[in-house]
């Protein structure tokens, strides 16, 4: 059964009032949960929330919207209601045929249409501002922005008036009634902060403050004092009363006391100081890495943002850079201060500073290295605290490489080259053996050639350190000036060379067998022997054999290894490298050896036993054989030794129920050194026993109550003994495990 337009329009009528109520209610709401932060009172919330609602309805009217404003408001939004949805509210006698069609085909759309359109309302602003009230009214109520509107939440309290005590109960005499007291705190300048003058005696201010208390009697009294952590400072007299005037420097306790004119002492109970530190500075830099590298054809730039904060104001905040340049023994640095981009304003608590660093305008080069810090200092005097972040690098990579160059003097070339291994030589033939199916003829030989060349770089390399020639010159000496010997051997020769080449003493002949050796053909014929006695003595440099860096022993195996290289060579250059593998394998192994030679082993040292006696071994006599016994006593150091004498002292003072003595009252003292120590890491704690000890420490005659409490609270004072480990006894026999066991039977 399709339902009428009429309920139709009814119903969503009644869905739009429902809206603006809901609507009326949330404002009304966040207001009165506002008022409740305020004064915390909930009939104040109440009368709110219901005044707001008032209000709001007489301001918003939920009860306006009207079939006829409902009609409009379809027709508007339903393009399917053909702006006919006024004849729903019209009755049947009074339409027409053609109107009865058109109502009948409207009710049918809304039916299925009207739940795509929502009545018009404003729920998510009324969220939105009730959220906005309480929010404001929570951070009101935490930050304490309006404390006078919340007097009924935090009356005004009264100041504790300080309260004089006699040190002598027996006492009857009037005593001085005091008539004002105080506190007045000077901030340190930099700090910005107003002088605070109050009544009360407990003391919290910056390092640096100047204290100045002020107490005044209604009669003459003959001397007052303050007392602080065992030491007694005299009040001076002025015509407002007694003054004193200190630096706060540490934290700790303090008393009042002064004397009648009877000679009567009177002491007050004791107040805290409590000094607060001045916090360095609060350096965190952003967009920046630790670690920065550079090429040297890129921008070489830095940019970062660093905020630094502090309690009281910054003094200034600047950048400490260092530039490395060099390696090595040559390297050098400067250091540099730099300044921020924008201006550090003196005094500001919060600073957001910049800084662009061009490694360019800074003169660095490729392999060059930057270090860098942030440094802030705050405005404490005299001495600022100072504070630094951590270090960040800039470096530019270094594309450059050294050569090492051979000076003229020096035969050999020392200095390490890139060359293959013996070892890499193999592993590459063997990869050529295995892939010669897959190459061409052409590049199967190319390779084999190109690898008998290595073969032939490292025997030159191998061959230097047995003083041979390489093809970039000789190994030794400098060529030898053999034009003198040349003279002498033209007159040697036969007379049948009569033809001289004109070039001979300016070419170097590889076909004379005698070029590269460089000796006298005259000792040749004598059979290569020298007229020098100590020729067999002498370790000649001049002759390419005795020119190793190698002993005599390891000279025949170095020369046995080249000659292996040489048949390795030669059949990777006739391209079959299959059978230079062996002789590969073979110069790698005596390579192998002479590295091996080369080593230096150490002894490993033990424990050397001493000599064996014979004439006593085996005998079993061990009467000469003592035993070695050593007895040492630790002790620690004893923690708070006063306040557990002054346990066991309270402990007597409340059995016997004697009277305190002077003796007592000197170690009562010393105990209340001891527990100040810990009353200033926890005065809430320790503060009332402190001040209850100083009261038994100035009168004689004392309840048994307070000492039990004196003692109680400093046992708990006492830090928590450790139990020793022991090994626990257990007296057993056969007949208890009997028992025990038949026990566990019928359990």
Known sequence: MIESGGKILVRFKKRWQLMLWIEILLYALGLAIFIYFLFFKLIFSIITLILGVVLLT?????????????????????????YSTGLLLLPENQLSGLAKLQQ????????????????????????????????IGFLIHQFHIVDYIQWSQHPEVQPEKIIFKSEDSTTTTQRPKLESQLLTIQYPAYTNKTSLKTSKMEVKAVEGSRLSWKIKFDTKIKSATMESMGNSYPMKLTNNGYVRTSNLNASGFYNFKFTDMQGTSYASDLYSIEVVKDKSPDIKVTDLKQFTTFSYDESKKLAFTTSVTDDFGIAEAYIIATVSKGSGESVKF?????????????????????????????????GDELYFYIEALD????????????????VIKD??????????????????????????????????????????????????????????????????????????????????EVSAEA??????????????????????????????????????????????????????????????????????????????????ELYLRLYTPEKSLPYQYKALKLIQEIKNSARVYVHRIGFDPPPIKEDKRLTGKIDEVSNFRKIEELQLPEIYPSIYKTVLRLEQLISNKTLITAEDKLLFEKAGNELAVKAIEDPGKYLKTLQQLKRITEDRAISSSIL???????????????????????LTSEINELLLKELQIHD
């Not at 004109?502 to 170097?508: C, E, F, S």
């Not at 020098?532 to 000649?540: A, F, Q, R």
Request: aromatic fraction near 8%.
């Open 487 to 568: 003279d002498e051997h033209d007159d040697d020769h036969d007379d049948d060379h009569e033809e001289k080449d004109p070039l001979a003493a300016y070419t170097h002949d590889h076909d004379n067998e005698n070029e590269h050796n460089l000796v006298d053909q005259k000792e040749e014929k004598d059979g290569g022997k020298s007229n020098d006695p100590l020729h067999e003595y002498l370790h000649n440099h001049d002759d390419p054999e005795e020119s190793t860096l190698f002993t005599q022993s390891l000279k025949s195996k170095l020369r046995q290894a080249l000659n292996e290289m040489w048949d390795a």
């Open 58 to 82: 007489v301001f918003i009217k939920p009860w306006k919207p009207g079939l006829k404003k409902v009609s409009s408001y379809i027709d508007q939004h339903l393009d399917v209601a053909e």
């Open 334 to 366: 400067r250091e540099e201060k730099l300044n921020f981009d924008s201006r550090v304003l003196r005094g500001r608590k919060n600073l957001n500073l910049s800084k662009n660093i061009d490694l360019d305008q800074m003169n660095m080069e490729p």
């Open 379 to 394: 405005l404490k005097r005299p001495k600022p605290n100072i504070s630094r972040s951590e270090t960040f690098f800039a």
């Open 708 to 730: 039990t409490k004196v003692q109680r609270g400093l046992f708990y004072a006492l830090p928590e003994l450790k139990s020793n480990p022991f090994k626990k006894k257990v």
């Open 104 to 135: 009948h085909k409207v009710t049918k759309q809304l039916v299925e249409k009207i739940n795509t359109i929502k009545p018009p309302s404003h729920l998510l602003r009324g969220s939105v501002i009730m959220m906005l009230f309480i929010s």
């Open 399 to 480: 594309t450059i490489s050294d050569e090492f160059a051979v000076e003229g003097t020096m035969g050999v070339d020392q200095m390490p080259d890139y060359f293959r291994s013996q070892r890499q030589l193999i592993i590459d033939t063997e990869k050529l053996i295995k892939d010669k199916s897959k190459l061409s003829k052409k590049e199967f030989n190319f390779k084999s050639n190109e690898l008998g060349f290595d073969q032939k770089v490292l025997r030159l390399k191998y061959g230097e350190f047995m003083g041979d020639e390489s093809e970039f010159g000789p190994a030794t000496h400098e060529n030898i």
